[in-house]
Nanobody
Framework: QVQLVESGGGLVQPGGSLRLSCAVS????????MSWYRQAPGLERELVAT????????NYADSVKGRFAIWRDDVKNTVYLRMNMPEPQDTAVYYC?????????????WGQGTQVTVSP
């Protein structure tokens, strides 16, 4: 059974820092591209950041470039998102996402989400 379990969400002040974690089990972690998505109330879910397996190549949404960082620990089967200098518009539910990168239509899995609120 595949599980993606996010943690680390909560309330953070603008200009602060927060680290999200996503622990993955039930799949071969290195076969999967890992991403963080977010969804704010009334808006569509959007891609925040992606990190590939093996190459560790990363990609970020323009809105978070230079502020957020994604990395993965292939020993702990965990992907992280560091949110530096968060802004109120970063408030959203953040979701962990895994995609089997061995195929174009590879299997996809989602976590349950963790709420991040950026407020003074």
């Amino acid at each position: 059974q595949v599980q993606l379990v996010e943690s680390g969400g909560g309330l953070v002040q603008p200009g602060g820092s927060l680290r999200l974690s996503c622990a993955v089990s039930g799949l071969t972690f290195t076969d999967y591209s890992m991403s963080w998505y977010r969804q704010a109330p009334g808006l569509e879910r959007e891609l925040v950041a992606t990190i590939e397996g093996f190459t560790y190549r990363t990609n970020y949404a323009d809105s978070v470039k230079g502020r957020f960082a994604i990395w993965r620990d292939d020993v702990k089967n965990t992907v992280y998102l560091r949110m530096n200098m968060p802004e109120p518009q970063d408030t959203a539910v953040y979701y962990c996402h895994a995609r089997d990168s061995r195929a174009i239509d590879g299997a996809v899995y989602w976590g349950q989400g963790t709420q991040v609120t950026v407020s003074p």
